[in-house]
């Protein structure tokens, strides 16, 4: 047996939420092998909505066990505020939820030199969501974080408190240097509090070996899903670098986020929208500035599950998809909001760039304003709502041909169609 993958192939809000609660009921574990509370993975039924931003998407189906993998980061307010959102709904996500003694936690300092440092860079802001992400994963990689099963440990509290003083430290290092960024000390102090609180009434989910369980899962033939949380273009090594993630969104993340090995991954699904959308900063070739932009927003309802920032909307680009496609392996494609371009006549899509005057179907090693500028193909729209679909034969024959133009230009089968955002709305191919 091996492990499936679902992986971003843009700049994340692909809709991985929703797929990953279509395809759950074929798997045994889901495991999250990478990000943190920055996530916001949708789910849509009977009438329901629910923002994940910790918990693994396959949470509504009782019978699957679901991961949180040594690869993530746990703000531990923010998981328990999910679970209180849960059992809201008749869900006790404690009964089928276990978490990796070697996740990182994301301590309340983190927070706050997450936005001490986002403050120092003034105009080059990245754009972070200031939830302390990228300081966990500093600390990760330094050798020096806390991570969940330190819990267990007696002296806890004192790696804890040392900690949070070196965090303390550099903040103001960087207020005195760099900008008049200032702590609320009261706002601190209670969500501090909230921290601890969180942290005790969380020991009642079982901390697992998270690599020795899931490797034994497939020694035992049951299958395995891991679930990603960015997009492959927000990955630290090959995203849109600096304005990218801390982690590894990419299906080689799969292994470090999870403990298993590159012979032990199967099938590998790549998730992207019928158009592109980016949150915060960063180059983005086809975005569009006009009220083709302000349409595709409003019809895809673009504005971030987690941050609630407006995205930056802009059409199809295939050398971007492409590029992703050969980082992860995607064995198959799975298109999202093909229902958003329903009011369009007619759609562009970038097949290449002009890179200084040359063209080219890559990614460049950077993306600079003036250097770069995309070359678009007109396609014929479909101008048909999507929404009462049910199968393939009922889709109109415009949007299969723009279905085709893409496998056709990327080299890999579409085999979902996403035509709204409930999970009755999906068709298969």
Same mark, same amino acid.
């Given at each position: 047996?091996?492990?499936?993958?679902?992986?971003?192939?843009?700049?994340?809000?692909?809709?991985?939420?929703?797929?990953?609660?279509? !395809?759950?009921?074929?798997?045994?574990?889901? *495991?999250?092998?990478?990000?943190?509370?920055? *996530?916001?993975?949708?789910?849509?039924?009977?009438?329901?909505?629910?923002?994940?931003?910790?918990?693994?998407? $396959?949470?509504?189906?009782?019978?699957?066990?679901?991961?949180?993998?040594?690869?993530?980061? !746990?703000?531990?307010?923010?998981? @328990?505020?999910? !679970?209180?959102?849960?059992?809201?709904?008749?869900?006790?996500?404690?009964?089928?939820?276990?978490?990796?003694? &070697?996740?990182?936690?994301?301590?309340?300092?983190?927070?706050?030199?997450?936005?001490?440092?986002? +403050?120092?860079?003034?105009?080059?802001?990245?754009?972070?969501?200031?939830?302390?992400?990228?300081?966990?994963?500093?600390?990760?990689?330094?050798?020096?974080?806390?991570?969940?099963?330190?819990?267990? /440990?007696?002296?806890?509290?004192?790696?804890?408190?040392?900690?949070?003083?070196?965090?303390?430290?550099?903040?103001?290092?960087?207020?005195?240097?760099? +900008?008049?960024? &200032?702590?609320? $000390?009261?706002?601190?102090?209670?969500?501090?509090?909230?921290?601890?609180?969180?942290?005790?009434?969380?020991?009642?989910?079982?901390?697992?070996?998270?690599?020795?369980?899931?490797?034994?899962?497939?020694?035992?033939? /049951?299958?395995?899903? *891991?679930?990603?949380?960015?997009?492959?273009?927000?990955?630290?090594?090959?995203?849109?670098?600096?304005?990218?993630?801390?982690?590894?969104?990419?299906? *080689?993340?799969?292994?470090?986020? @999870?403990?298993?090995?590159?012979?032990?991954?199967?099938?590998?699904?790549?998730?992207?929208?019928?158009?592109?959308?980016?949150? $915060?900063?960063?180059?983005?070739?086809?975005?569009?500035?006009?009220?083709?932009?302000?349409?595709?927003?409003?019809?895809?309802?673009?504005?971030?599950?987690?941050?609630?920032?407006?995205?930056? +909307?802009?059409?199809?680009?295939?050398?971007?998809?492409?590029?992703?496609?050969?980082?992860?392996?995607?064995?198959?494609?799975?298109?999202?909001?093909?229902?958003?371009?329903?009011?369009?006549?007619?759609?562009?899509? +970038?097949?290449?760039?002009?890179?200084?005057?040359?063209?080219?179907?890559?990614?460049?090693?950077?993306?600079?304003?003036?250097?770069?500028?995309?070359?678009?193909?007109?396609?014929?729209?479909?101008?048909?709502? @999507?929404?009462?679909?049910?199968?393939?034969?009922?889709?109109?024959?415009?949007?299969?041909?723009?279905?085709?133009?893409?496998?056709?230009?990327?080299?890999?089968?579409?085999?979902?169609?996403?035509? $709204?955002?409930?999970?009755?709305?999906?068709?298969?191919?």
């Amino acid at each position: 047996m091996k492990v499936d993958v679902l992986i971003g192939l843009q700049w994340g809000d692909e809709g991985k939420g929703k797929i990953v609660d279509v !395809i759950t009921p074929k798997y045994d574990v889901i *495991a999250r092998f990478q990000g943190g509370p920055n *996530a916001g993975h949708t789910l849509e039924f009977d009438g329901m909505k629910q923002v994940l931003h910790t918990i693994p998407s $396959g949470i509504f189906h009782p019978e699957k066990i679901n991961v949180v993998g040594n690869g993530v980061v !746990i703000d531990p307010v923010v998981l @328990l505020k999910e !679970i209180i959102e849960l059992s809201g709904k008749k869900l006790d996500a404690t009964k089928n939820l276990v978490i990796s003694r &070697k996740a990182h936690l994301i301590l309340p300092s983190h927070r706050i030199l997450d936005a001490a440092n986002e +403050c120092s860079k003034g105009s080059s802001k990245i754009g972070s969501t200031l939830k302390g992400i990228g300081p966990a994963y500093t600390d990760k990689t330094a050798r020096i974080g806390i991570r969940f099963g330190d819990i267990e /440990k007696k002296d806890f509290r004192n790696q804890y408190d040392t900690l949070k003083s070196k965090h303390l430290e550099l903040v103001r290092n960087l207020c005195f240097d760099y +900008c008049n960024y &200032k702590i609320d $000390g009261d706002l601190f102090d209670e969500y501090e509090r909230k921290w601890f609180e969180a942290l005790e009434k969380l020991q009642s989910i079982p901390l697992i070996d998270s690599e020795i369980f899931i490797n034994r899962c497939l020694e035992e033939n /049951k299958p395995v899903l *891991a679930e990603g949380a960015q997009g492959s273009l927000l990955d630290v090594d090959f995203g849109t670098y600096p304005f990218v993630t801390s982690s590894n969104t990419t299906c *080689a993340g799969v292994c470090t986020g @999870l403990g298993i090995a590159p012979r032990s991954i199967g099938e590998v699904f790549g998730i992207f929208k019928a158009y592109c959308t980016r949150v $915060g900063s960063g180059p983005f070739p086809t975005e569009l500035n006009d009220a083709t932009g302000e349409l595709l927003r409003k019809n895809g309802n673009e504005y971030g599950s987690t941050t609630g920032r407006p995205r930056r +909307c802009g059409w199809l680009d295939i050398p971007a998809l492409k590029y992703a496609i050969m980082l992860n392996g995607v064995s198959q494609l799975i298109m999202m909001k093909a229902d958003v371009l329903s009011n369009f006549k007619r759609i562009k899509v +970038c097949t290449q760039y002009n890179y200084k005057g040359t063209l080219i179907d890559y990614i460049p090693f950077e993306i600079n304003p003036g250097e770069l500028s995309p070359v678009y193909t007109d396609i014929k729209g479909w101008d048909a709502s @999507l929404d009462k679909m049910k199968s393939v034969d009922s889709l109109p024959l415009e949007l299969i041909r723009y279905i085709e133009f893409i496998e056709n230009a990327v080299k890999t089968p579409i085999t979902i169609i996403s035509v $709204g955002p409930d999970r009755l709305q999906t068709i298969r191919r």
